[in-house]
């Protein structure tokens, strides 16, 4: 396919367009979380300095031209029209990114890159003879159209379409072997309910159940009250008979029948998010364009580790992970052994994509796994927890999306809070807004009466002063027109003057001339004598003209004389100032109305303070009842839009996790939540991928564009429905991926740049690490443990209780029997469950984090049921059970029942040593396994047999093994201090 990335001539330069500094405003308004024009540009020049921009060339409607949309950071789309001359783009518009424009991006985009981008405020300030790559950038984006569009190669690998048929097989098994199991298992009776509040963790009622008979669904299956289907939950927990159902709503006790039965409600959803996935893999629409090429063909695109660094220590495996994941363009493995800091190296790959704006998806097969990565990243990251919330492990329910779009509601109501306020004054009809505007308007109807009383005065004034002056002021004009006459003719004399001295001088030069000089003279003499007489007219005139101008000025006196003078005019000049006064003080109460006015204003664009007279006061009145309608447009809109927000959260959920950085969900739960619908993420981790079939981890890995898979194929495989794998039994394609791992499946054959071993375990004492590496991992892991070791009761944090020493009859194992309350399925000891529940009592009662880990759920409930009785219910119940319910964690102190006791050397699925392996490797502090060796060492199947003997030579040279009846000694001899 062509490569997207297009290098742009230079700088690009950018105009706004006629309108969209208006527009944009306009959009902020409605998206408050758009930039400005300053934060656009300031978007811009960090896309220039961290790379490519994504782009398209869309066509116009209505037979506009092409355009260049810009995806900006993820957050809002630019449309961009090219100028006139070519030498820069004009902005058009600028509106908020939804899920349809990721979509566009994912179908196909450029990826341009510049040198910078500059904004210029007027389109004449765009630099000439430049060019802005228009015409590169439609080559390239047909070009590019093309090559998507051209006919497909040849076909893919016999091998990939084998592949998917195949998961569909196993997939439609599955679906098939679900609905089966809820017609033929028949009904789960009860005959009583409590409430079970003290187990509430949400708004969903929980409710315990006696069940009757030998029935007992595994927890997370889905029931609901036979022919009551409206009562529907989850098993969330199961303790011998007791079951705990976390229904979908709250339900109150009384609408629950004392006495009654469950039925299973069948699921199909997440083999319909399976074969899902398996479509979009056969269809290539798989963001991540290898993962079909890896998991059917185990062929990896070579790649060069990543040289950031991490923020956080990480030992010499954990950094190498650490660079490949950042890298890895398809898929990486990492095998993460017990306690070698795989979920510290998830949070850190997680940080460093998160900082470079990639959006991570954290998932795993179980919610707890998910968690503990969760609660691993730093604070300043945006993470997000979609799920069931009564699925969300304590510690991550801040994290839900629930819990965030209420945070996030509270935050934008206590943030628009003074928003309200400021705008409250607008309320319709009744605000003070509404009040000083009334105000304003009765303080400007008094300013206009007093401004026309004004203006009536002032006339009557000049009226008055006019006819009593007019006599005089007739006089003056007359006496002006005639000065202004004989100023004329006295111009014109002056003129005539001058001309007649100009002839005389001529006169006069010519009288000199040799020979005719003598008959000249005569004409020069007249001519002086003419000029003489006209200079008496002028004297004359100028005197007329001096009398006229002092009668006039006289009869000007005379006006002001009778204006200064006269009682009437006073009168008149009186009334006026008393007027002047009182609009003038009217004037100021406008303005100070003006000013409360003004004041109550918010939120919207306030005219200026006006001055204190009518047309300015007018004016601002005009301009404040705009903004006051503005502000109740605004109230009304802002209390609509809060009453939607306290009533709803759910419309958040989209935008909540389009801005996360890192989504944690289980890997049915990434397709099963609608706020991720369309969301894509730049990276994939799946923790625990070890016991994740290939169908179930396929659901996240086709929304990443690459993927980092972190697990141990040495531990927990991945759960099998005996249905399913005895359907696939004959076909060994099938059986790999029913019974073995994605992760199982790919490493063995995965380049060693595409997979990495963390190597340095920090959890257990070093004697059980040391059995855990040499059994389980060839001897490659390492101990960086240097935890002194104190104990009251063991000299070493290795030990073996043994019953060998006793009786048969008092160590054999046996089936429950119907009358015990926890009755259940499998095997129970009771002389191991009365150590265990004595060793558990003795270090809960020394404080210590414990967990008892058993093979059969009847010896869970009989040890359950004898430390009930000494430590507590809900303590009890917290911290004993089956190994699947510990993978993934830790504790101080485990204690391992093997349960097994018989003369034949029957270990049933004790056999499969991976679950072995879970529970010696779960301690911090102290393992104590409690067995019967005779039975262990003697055990018929050959792999355990040799574990077990190897496990106890090493507990005889470095560990600590004692006889159970000195282990019951000391522990009633330290309960007795």
């Known amino acids: 396919m062509l490569d997207p990335h297009v290098d742009l001539p230079g700088v690009v330069h950018l105009v706004p367009s006629l309108r969209f500094v208006e527009k944009l405003r306009e959009q902020r308004d409605r998206y408050p979380f758009l930039p400005d024009v300053d934060g656009i540009v300031r978007d811009l020049r960090d896309v220039a300095s961290r790379g490519a921009v994504p782009a398209r060339i869309e066509r116009g409607r209505g037979g506009r031209g092409d355009f260049l949309k810009l995806y900006v950071d993820g957050r809002y789309v630019l449309n961009l029209n090219v100028t006139k001359h070519g030498n820069g783009y004009a902005i058009g518009s600028a509106y908020p990114m939804g899920f349809e424009h990721h979509d566009e991006i994912v179908r196909g985009a450029l990826r341009l890159r510049a040198r910078g981008w500059v904004y210029h405020h007027e389109i004449r300030e765009l630099p000439f003879g430049i060019d802005a790559g228009w015409e590169l950038l439609r080559d390239r984006w047909r070009l590019l159209n093309e090559s998507a569009a051209a006919p497909p190669g040849p076909s893919a690998p016999e091998a990939h379409g084998e592949f998917l048929d195949l998961l569909d097989a196993v997939i439609e098994e599955g679906r098939r072997a679900e609905l089966a199991a809820a017609r033929t298992d028949g009904t789960i009776p009860y005959r009583r309910v409590d409430a079970s509040a003290a187990r509430r963790r949400s708004a969903r009622g929980v409710h315990d159940f006696r069940l009757i008979g030998g029935r007992r669904p595994v927890a997370g299956t889905r029931v609901h009250v036979r022919a009551m289907p409206e009562l529907r939950g989850r098993v969330d927990d199961l303790r011998g008979s007791l079951m705990t159902v976390r229904f979908e709503r709250p339900v109150d006790a009384a609408a629950i029948p004392e006495a009654g039965a469950f039925v299973e409600s069948p699921s199909t959803i997440p083999f319909e998010r399976q074969a899902e996935a398996v479509r979009m893999l056969r269809d290539g629409e798989s963001a991540n364009p290898h993962l079909l090429d890896v998991l059917a063909g185990h062929r990896f695109r070579p790649f060069v580790p990543a040289a950031v660094e991490p923020a956080r220590e990480l030992d010499a495996s954990q950094r190498s992970a650490y660079h490949k994941a950042l890298a890895v363009p398809d898929v990486g493995l990492i095998l993460g052994p017990p306690g070698t800091g795989k979920t510290r190296t998830i949070a850190e790959i997680a940080r460093t994509c998160a900082a470079a704006r990639e959006r991570v998806l954290i998932t795993s097969y179980t919610n707890r796994a998910v968690d503990n990565v969760l609660l691993e990243l730093p604070p300043g990251l945006v993470v997000l927890r979609v799920g069931r919330d009564d699925g969300v492990t304590p510690g991550c329910e801040h994290l839900t999306l629930e819990a965030q779009a209420v945070t996030l509601q509270n935050e934008i109501l206590r943030r628009t809070e003074p928003h309200l306020r400021g705008y409250a004054p607008a309320e319709d009809g009744q605000g003070e807004a509404d009040g000083w505007l009334r105000q304003l308007d009765a303080s400007l109807g008094a300013l206009r009466a007093a401004d026309q009383d004004e203006r009536r005065a002032a006339a009557r004034l000049g009226e008055r002063a006019a006819r009593l002056t007019a006599p005089a002021e007739d006089h003056a004009r007359r006496l002006a027109g005639a000065a202004a006459e004989h100023q004329r003719v006295l111009a014109g004399h002056d003129e005539d003057l001058a001309a007649l001295a100009r002839r005389i001088d001529r006169a006069e030069a010519r009288a000199r001339w040799p020979v005719i000089g003598s008959l000249l003279r005569g004409r020069a003499a007249r001519l002086a004598a003419e000029h003489r007489q006209g200079q008496d007219e002028r004297a004359r005139i100028h005197a007329v003209l001096t009398g006229v101008l002092r009668d006039r000025d006289r009869a000007l006196a005379d006006a002001r004389r009778i204006r200064d003078t006269s009682p009437e005019l006073a009168d008149l000049r009186r ?87 890192v989504i944690g969900a289980t890997c049915i739960g990434t397709a099963t939540t609608g706020a991720l619908k369309g969301l894509d993420f730049a990276l994939a981790v799946v923790d625990e991928a070890g016991q994740i079939s290939t169908p179930n981890v396929l659901v996240p890995l086709v929304r990443a564009r690459r993927a980092v ?14 249905r399913v794998a005895g359907w696939a039994r004959d076909d060994p394609r099938a059986l790999d991926l029913v019974t073995r791992s994605a992760f199982e499946l790919l490493f063995p054959g995965v380049p060693d740049g595409h997979r990495e071993v963390l190597r340095y375990q920090r959890r257990m004492p070093p004697v059980i690490a040391r059995f855990i590496s040499r059994w389980f991992y060839d001897g490659f892991l390492e101990s960086d443990v240097r935890r002194p070791h104190r104990d009251a009761l063991f000299a070493a944090p290795l030990v073996f209780v043994d019953t060998a020493g006793l009786p048969r009859r008092a160590r054999h194992e046996r089936p429950p029997r119907p009358d015990e309350r926890w009755a259940d399925t499998g095997y129970a000891n009771d002389t191991e469950a009365r150590v265990i529940a004595d060793l558990v009592a003795h270090y ?28 507590g219910d809900e303590a009890a119940a917290a911290g004993v059970g089956t190994v699947d319910a510990f993978q993934g964690g830790e504790r101080d102190v485990i204690v391992f029942g093997f349960t097994r006791s018989n003369a034949n050397g029957a270990v049933g699925f004790l056999s499969e040593l991976r679950r072995a392996n879970v529970a010696f490797s779960r301690p911090r502090r102290l393992l104590i396994l409690v067995g019967d060796s005779s039975t262990l060492a003697q055990a018929r199947d050959p792999a355990f047999r040799a574990m077990a003997e190897a496990l106890l030579d090493h507990v005889r040279t470095s560990g600590d093994l004692r006889d159970v009846r000195e282990v019951q000694t000391l522990v009633a001899a330290e309960g007795d201090r």
Not at 709 to 722: A, I, K, R, S, T
Request: aromatic share 6%; charged share 25%; proline share 8%.
């Open 575 to 661: 009334a006026l100032e008393e007027a002047r006064a009182v609009s003038g003080e009217r004037a100021r109460a406008a303005a100070d109305d003006a000013g409360e006015l003004r004041a109550l204003l918010h939120g919207v664009p306030v005219p200026p303070a006006p001055e204190a007279n009518l047309p300015a006061l007018a004016a601002f009145r005009d301009q404040a009842a705009q903004a006051v309608e503005l502000m109740r447009r605004r109230l009304a809109l802002l209390n609509e839009w809060r009453g939607h927000l306290g009533s709803r959260t759910e419309q958040l959920y989209p935008e909540l996790a389009r801005y996360a950085d």
């Open 709 to 722: 898979l972190v697990g141990d194929h040495h531990q927990l495989p991945p759960f099998v429905d005996p």
């Open 844 to 871: 809960h009662g020394d404080a210590a984090d414990w967990a008892a880990i058993l093979p059969y759920q009847a010896q869970v409930g009989l040890v359950t049921e004898l430390l009930a009785a000494r430590i």
